[in-house]
Antibody, heavy 121, light 108 residues
Framework: QVQLQESGPGLVKPPETLSLTCTVS??????????WSWVRQPPGKGLEWIGC???????TYNPSLKSRVSISADTSKNEFSLKLSSVTAADTAVYYCARVGGQPIGPFDPWGQGALVTVSS | SYVLTQPPSVSVAPGQTARITCGGI??????VHWYQQKPGQAPVVVIY???DRPSGSPERFSGSNSGNTATLTLSGVEAGDEADYYC???????????FGGGTKLTVL
């Protein structure tokens, strides 16, 4: 059973770079036809897809964040990472990593438990 | 970019049927998934591929998708169903994933 776990600093100062890692267990980021994604949720608000890295290493990003986002996978550590630059208070959110199953039209499943990142000086 | 529209809130009495809609242009031609999120928890998929139930999802949950509206139906609603529900799909025209704004289900 695949499990995902986010890790990284819980507090980031503006305008620094937010960095999070998602460790995958019970499966491989380089096998199958999966897409490894990041989703965020500001306090009291809805879900926002950030971007993903595919099993082949290709990436795709939400256009609203594309200029500030970078997602990459490290197959040797079986993990994938998120970097979001020039953060502001508006980037304060719970950040989730999730797997998109089998093909792009598949569901986000499973999800990590989420990591709260607060942007504040 | 593709937009999914959900009502902000739906209220229903215990034992009744709740219907949560997700509107989008020609959404019936796309594949929709539904997630349940309880406070402090990560979302969990409760309906995938429009109308299929993953193992662990109650039989009371069902989904449909046609025209410009996808619908999540909860029959015989229980207090434990109170949560936020999100629809989601892959927009092949933009090659991006999209979430609806979410619907808060309140059990009266």
């Amino acid at each position: 059973q695949v499990q995902l776990q986010e890790s990284g600093p819980g507090l980031v100062k503006p305008p620094e770079t937010l960095s999070l890692t998602c460790t995958v267990s019970g499966g491989s980021v380089s096998s199958g036809t999966y897409y490894w994604s990041w989703v965020r949720q500001p306090p009291g608000k809805g879900l926002e897809w950030i971007g993903c890295v595919s099993y082949s290493g290709s990436t795709t990003y939400n256009p609203s964040l594309k200029s500030r986002v970078s997602i990459s996978a490290d197959t040797s550590k079986n993990e994938f990472s998120l970097k979001l630059s020039s953060v502001t208070a508006a980037d304060t959110a719970v950040y989730y990593c999730a797997r998109v199953g089998g093909q792009p039209i598949g569901p986000f499943d499973p999800w990590g438990q989420g990591a709260l990142v607060t942007v504040s000086s | 970019s593709y937009v999914l529209t959900q009502p902000p809130s739906v209220s229903v009495a215990p034992g009744q049927t709740a219907r949560i809609t997700c509107g989008g242009i020609h959404i019936g031609s796309k594949t929709v998934h539904w997630y349940q999120q309880k406070p402090g928890q990560a979302p969990v998929v409760v309906i995938y591929y429009d109308s299929d139930r993953p193992s662990g999802s109650p039989e009371r949950f069902s989904g449909s998708n046609s025209g410009n509206t996808a619908t999540l139906t909860l029959s015989g609603v229980e207090a434990g169903d109170e949560a936020d529900y999100y629809c989601q799909l892959w927009d092949d025209s933009s090659a991006h994933w999209v979430f609806g704004g979410g619907t808060k289900l309140t059990v009266l």
